[in-house]
C-alpha cells in the first residue's frame, strides 16, 4: 500500500511541475512516465479491494440469500417453537392426569383408613360396653349377695339377741326386785339389737351405692371416650387415645376411695 500513495504523490509531482498549455488549463505531461506510475499503482493495489469490489458487485445477491436463510430460518425456529409447545402441552396433560389420578387414589386410601378406623373404635366401643357390663352385673350379684349376708347377719344377730333377752326375763321374772332391771335390759338389748340390725342395712345400702356410682363413672369416661374418638374420627385429628381415659378414670376412682 505504500508504494500505491507513493506513485500517487510522483503523479501529482509531475502533474504540478508540467508545462502548460497556451490559453488553456491542460497541461503537458511525460506519458512514459505516467503510464508506468499508473502501472506501479496498479500492481501495488491488494488483491482484497478487488474481492471487496466482487463483494460489493454481489451484494443484493447475498443480502437477498442471507433475507432467505433468515426467513427460513425464523420458519424453522418458529415451526420448532410450535412443537415444543405442543409437546410441553401433552406432557403437562399427561402430568395432570397422572397427579389427578393419584390424587384420586390417594382420596380412596384415606376413605378406607378412615372407615377401617371407624369399624375398629366401634368394635372397641362395644367391646368395652360389653365388659362393663359384665362388670355392672359382677358388681351389682356381689353386692346383692353381700347385703343379703349382712342382712341375714343381722337377722340372726337381732333374734339371737330376742332371744337371750326373752330368756334373761324369763329367768328374772319370779324375782320381784330384778324384773324391771330385767325389763330394761330386755328392752337395752332388743333396742340394740334393732340398732345394729339398722347400721348393717345402713353399710350395705352404702356399700351398694359406692359400688354402683363407680360403675356409673366408668360407663359415663367410657362413652366420653367413645363419643371424643369418634369426633377425632370425624375431624381428622389423630387417633383416639382410649388408654388414657381409662386411666384417668381409674385416678378418679382412686382418689374418692
Not at 108 to 121: G, K, N, P
Not at 132 to 152: H, N, P
Not at 191 to 202: G, K, M, N, P
Amino acid at each position: 500500500m505504500y508504494r500505491v500513495f507513493e506513485a500517487l504523490d510522483e503523479l501529482v509531482a509531475i502533474v504540478e511541475e508540467a508545462r502548460g498549455v497556451p490559453m488553456t488549463a491542460g497541461c503537458v505531461v511525460p506519458r512514459g512516465d505516467v503510464l508506468e506510475l499508473l502501472d506501479d499503482v496498479r500492481d501495488a493495489i491488494p488483491g482484497e479491494l478487488d474481492d471487496a469490489q466482487d463483494v460489493l458487485d454481489h451484494r443484493d445477491k447475498l443480502v437477498g440469500d442471507a433475507r432467505s436463510n433468515a426467513e427460513k430460518t425464523v420458519a424453522s425456529a418458529n415451526a420448532e417453537a410450535g412443537s415444543t409447545i405442543e409437546n410441553a402441552r401433552d406432557d403437562a396433560d399427561r402430568i395432570l392426569a397422572d397427579a389427578k389420578a393419584q390424587a384420586d387414589r390417594m382420596v380412596a386410601e384415606a376413605r378406607a383408613h378412615a372407615e377401617q378406623l371407624v369399624t375398629d373404635a366401634q368394635a372397641e366401643s362395644e367391646a368395652t360396653i360389653a365388659e362393663g357390663q359384665r362388670e355392672y352385673d359382677t358388681l351389682t350379684t356381689r353386692a346383692r349377695s353381700e347385703a343379703d349376708r349382712m342382712i341375714d347377719a343381722g337377722k340372726a344377730s337381732y333374734e339371737r339377741s330376742v332371744a337371750e333377752g326373752t330368756a334373761e326375763q324369763e329367768r328374772l321374772v319370779s324375782q320381784t326386785e330384778v324384773v324391771q332391771q330385767a325389763h330394761a335390759e330386755s328392752a337395752r338389748v332388743i333396742d340394740a339389737a334393732h340398732a345394729e340390725s339398722d347400721r348393717l342395712r345402713s353399710d350395705c345400702d352404702l356399700y351398694v351405692d359406692t359400688k354402683l356410682a363407680e360403675f356409673e363413672e366408668f360407663l359415663s369416661g367410657t362413652i366420653r371416650s367413645v363419643g371424643r374418638g369418634r369426633q377425632q374420627l370425624r375431624t381428622g385429628s389423630g387417633v383416639p387415645d382410649y388408654a388414657s381415659d381409662y386411666d384417668a378414670d381409674d385416678r378418679r376412682s382412686e382418689r374418692r376411695r
